[in-house]
């Protein structure tokens, strides 16, 4: 099966500008996850949909991060504006269920000048 | 949502020698997974265990769970240079998220 797609692989730009990532999950996996890993640590989930449907997005920073997923299938996250402390992995993940094991992408590589 | 605690924290051993990471955790858990992630790369998943199971093995990786002491180990016999990585657990508790750890790292010398 085809794995968790993401784009871009690395993107750098200055602060107070404004960044997307596009994740695509594996088909018919229903849960996606959005993480956020600094350098040297583990993952942080910033926000995770059931379907199109938001489960949790209690970490997720609302005044700058935004994300959707339309449909249920793609998923997009947006960073308007950047700040230096944003620079970052961010990792895309999808699931079958709640339960399961995660599929990971292998990130958007994000830096912040 | 709680996070568990990788022990130690850096693991450099040589090729052949078996390797053995700790989790620590401090409340209950449906599942406990561990992840294996190399550098510049998304994570994988190694092996999930449940809250009522006690060992699973797969492989040469074998993974231990006393939920009484709330913690679990990874062991993996006979290391090769290309188990350099770093190595995290997940803990599913009962809001359904899966949190990570920050991560031991296990450098295998050839």
């Known amino acids: 099966e085809a794995g968790v797609a993401q784009s871009p692989r690395y993107k750098i730009i200055e602060k107070r500008q404004s960044v997307a990532f596009w994740c695509n999950p594996i088909?018919?996996?229903?849960?996606l996850y959005w993480y956020q890993q600094i350098l040297g640590q583990g993952p942080k989930l910033l926000i995770q949909?059931?379907?199109?449907?938001?489960?949790?997005d209690s970490q997720l920073p609302k005044d700058r991060f935004s994300a959707e997923r339309l449909k249920g299938v793609d998923s997009t996250l947006k960073i308007q504006p950047a700040k230096l402390e944003d620079s970052a992995v961010y990792l895309c993940a999808s699931s079958l269920g709640e339960d399961g094991h995660l599929h990971f992408g292998n990130g958007t590589r994000l830096t912040v000048t | 949502s709680q996070q568990g605690e990788e022990d130690p924290q850096a693991l450099s051993i040589q090729e052949g020698e078996n390797a053995t990471m700790n989790c620590s955790y401090k409340t209950s858990i449906n599942n406990l997974q561990w992840y294996r992630q190399n550098s510049g790369r998304g994570l994988v998943h190694l092996i999930l265990i449940r809250s009522n199971e006690r060992e699973k093995h797969s492989g040469r990786l074998r993974v231990t769970l006393d939920t009484s002491k709330k913690s679990s180990s990874l062991l993996i016999t006979a290391s090769r240079a290309a188990d350099t990585a770093s190595y995290f657990c997940?803990?599913?508790?009962?809001?359904?998220?899966?949190?990570f750890g920050s991560g031991t790292q296990l450098t295998v010398l050839p």
């Open positions: 088909s018919g996996h229903a849960t």
């Open positions: 949909f059931q379907n199109n449907g938001v489960v949790d």
């Open positions: 997940a803990l599913s508790g009962s809001a359904r998220q899966l949190t």
